[in-house]
């Protein structure tokens, strides 16, 4: 691609009209001015020039041209970016090969086969006639909503689809591998998906990056339920919204998202007519997926099932989308396990359960009553417990002070008793650094919290264990390394372990933390179990690492190193894809 190109392109995008695409503009002087798409913020600091044609953010110090925040905000990369401005603005780009694509359009390129044959199976092939009556009959989906969503089947055979991708297609078993099609490569590849509901994934520019896997009643129950695509340099679990491709437009019509827990429950509510809906996978928000909402909405309702309540992770993330800056609500579906239920039993009560959904503060507050008796102290010292840590965590000190008036309201104390408890709690979390690194539970990340799991089981049956290398190897959060290099200096002088002991000679800045996450953990869990868990997390954190590591080989052009990283990349996603089919 020569530099002339590039430029003519340039010269004819607006950078004005394409960031107004995404996010509110508003003249300031001869510039434009806007809340930064890039970090949370309350006051604009993103500044747009149509003179220079670049943006600035002087808050965070983001800057670039139209084809930065595509890359940026978008998450592509420069030729794909390039590519997707020429054809916005009628430039025929001569030199573009497509066989000189990036890693990930490669990916896509072959999902969209993928997903052409497992549409064709549901719909029109023999083998798919009887998944497709399980999802108009027992599902209630009509053809019009399967077609809408794409949904297709992957026949039980082991080689219908590798033999359909390298015979008909063309493609090489090492590049469907490294899709995350296939699993093995060669004579023995078969279908991962093989003999499941298939649910396409899509980024919400509409590019099929990935796939979801449910299994039919009828299929042996000794199989995952719910199967989703390995990571790859298209598809990120993190950062996918599904449905949102199909319901953007809604969502910024409605100025308000209504997310829902997987596919079924997104595609139930968008045929009883919630059009503004969008899925998440597991029940927790990341951030990622937060700041991609926040492209069209800053208002969220969630729908989750019915165990939300006692769901911590689906607390942080909805503290999390609080705290940058969105209005996050909750919908109430009394009576019903999940959206798909009181879609397809109850519309209208389903969308009166939005229309009623009331803030998270209020939510938490009100389940946290109805738990205990605020008749009695002990009561209300639990009340207590629970609130003030969730409370402490409110930004917007209007909003905290509002909630601290609430709360003492319904406790029957004084305000100020309430407020010392928060200034307690907020002087207790900065005393020193290492009580700093020491997270509450709702701010600690999924690695972590393994990590502290496998701590504990470890050292309720065999602490030697998490001693080994290979496996002390795996911790990486501040916290719980401390915690092993006690455990090694404990092991120096006393030949057993004692759980009393060993939490006495603790330094006194590592009790308060150590204890609490023995009582947060105590259920006993298979520690291999965890291990396993811990060494998917610490694969995928590295294919992160490898992604960065080629997408600035491809910006620098150095093809040697780009090629071994694409092989280490290869050759960590298949360590994982067998770890996970383990």
């Known amino acids: ?29 001869r510039n434009y001015k806007a809340n930064c798409p890039f970090h949370g913020e309350k006051t604009p600091s993103f500044m747009v020039s149509p003179e220079l044609q670049i943006y600035k953010c002087f808050g965070c110090g983001e800057n670039g041209d139209c084809f930065t ?119 023995r590849a078969f279908d991962r998906f093989r003999g499941r509901v298939i649910f396409p994934l899509f980024d919400h520019r509409g590019q099929v990056i990935g796939f979801a896997g449910r299994i039919l009643p009828w299929v042996r129950q000794d199989m995952a339920k719910y199967i989703n695509s390995p990571e790859t340099p298209a598809y990120h679990k993190s950062k996918v919204l599904y449905g949102l491709n199909i319901t953007k437009n809604e969502i910024r019509d409605e100025k308000y998202a209504i997310v829902v827990e997987g596919e079924l ?3 139930s509510s968008y045929q009883a007519g919630i059009k503004n809906v969008i899925a998440i996978k597991g029940s927790a928000l990341t951030e990622d997926q937060i700041r991609l909402i926040g492209r069209f909405v800053k208002k969220i309702v969630l729908c989750l099932d019915s165990d939300f309540a006692g769901d911590e992770a689906a607390k942080r993330g909805a503290i999390l989308a609080e705290n940058l800056g969105f209005e996050v609500k909750v919908a109430r579906l009394i009576g019903f396990k999940d959206p798909d239920e009181i879609a397809r039993a109850n519309p209208e009560l389903y ?9 998270i503060w209020d939510f938490l507050i009100d389940l946290t009553f109805k738990k205990y008796n605020s008749g009695t102290g002990e009561g209300k010292a639990k009340i207590s417990a629970e609130i003030i840590p969730l409370i402490s965590l ?17 406790l029957s104390v004084p305000v100020e008793a309430v407020t010392d408890e928060i200034n307690k709690q907020e002087t207790d979390k900065t005393k020193t650094k290492l009580e700093d690194l020491i997270i509450t539970k709702l ?37 719980p390394l401390r915690i092993l290099e006690e455990l090694e200096k404990y092991f120096t002088n006393n030949d057993r372990f004692n759980l009393s002991k060993f939490t006495n000679d603790l330094p006194k800045e590592l009790v308060s933390g150590f204890s609490e996450i023995v009582l947060e953990n105590s259920e006993d869990e ?3 179990n965890i291990i396993k868990e811990l060494r998917i997390a610490d694969l995928r954190h590295k294919m992160e690492e490898l992604g960065a590591k080629i997408r600035e080989s491809e910006d620098d052009n150095d093809l040697i190193k780009l090629s071994k990283l694409q092989n280490t990349f290869a050759d960590t996603a298949k360590d994982l894809s067998a770890l996970e089919e383990e």
Not at 131 to 142: F, T
Not at 454 to 477: E, G, H, M, Q, W
């Open 69 to 187: 925040f595509l890359e940026k905000h978008e998450g592509m990369e420069f030729g794909e970016a390039l590519k997707y401005l020429a054809d916005k603005v009628g430039v025929k780009l001569i030199s573009f090969k497509s066989d000189a694509a990036s890693e990930k359009e490669k990916i896509i390129e072959i999902n969209k086969s993928t997903l052409n044959f497992y549409e064709y199976v549901l719909l029109t092939h023999p083998q798919g006639k009887k998944a497709l009556e399980y999802l108009i009959k027992d599902r209630g989906l009509n053809l019009e909503t399967i077609n809408k969503f794409q949904i297709g089947f992957s026949p039980e055979s082991f080689d219908a689809l590798p033999k359909y991708l390298t015979e008909k297609k063309n493609f090489k078993s090492i590049d469907l591998e490294k899709a995350g099609i296939i699993i093995g490569g060669g004579g």
């Open 443 to 479: 701010q600690k990340n999924r690695k972590q919290l393994l990590e502290e799991r496998l701590l504990i089981n470890a050292i309720s049956t065999n602490p030697r264990v998490i001693l080994k290398k290979d496996i002390k190897n795996l911790f990486s959060s501040v916290f």
């Open 1 to 29: 691609m020569n530099n002339n190109q590039i430029e003519e392109v340039k010269s004819k995008v607006d950078i004005v009209s394409l960031i107004s695409e995404y996010i509110e503009l508003k003249k300031a002087g």
């Open 265 to 267: 429950d997104m595609i």
């Open 394 to 410: 409110i930004q917007d000190n209007i909003v905290k002070a509002h909630y601290i008036e609430i709360l003492s309201r319904k």
């Open 351 to 359: 969308k009166k359960a939005i229309e009623d959904s009331i803030g």
């Open 526 to 528: 298979n520690i291999e």
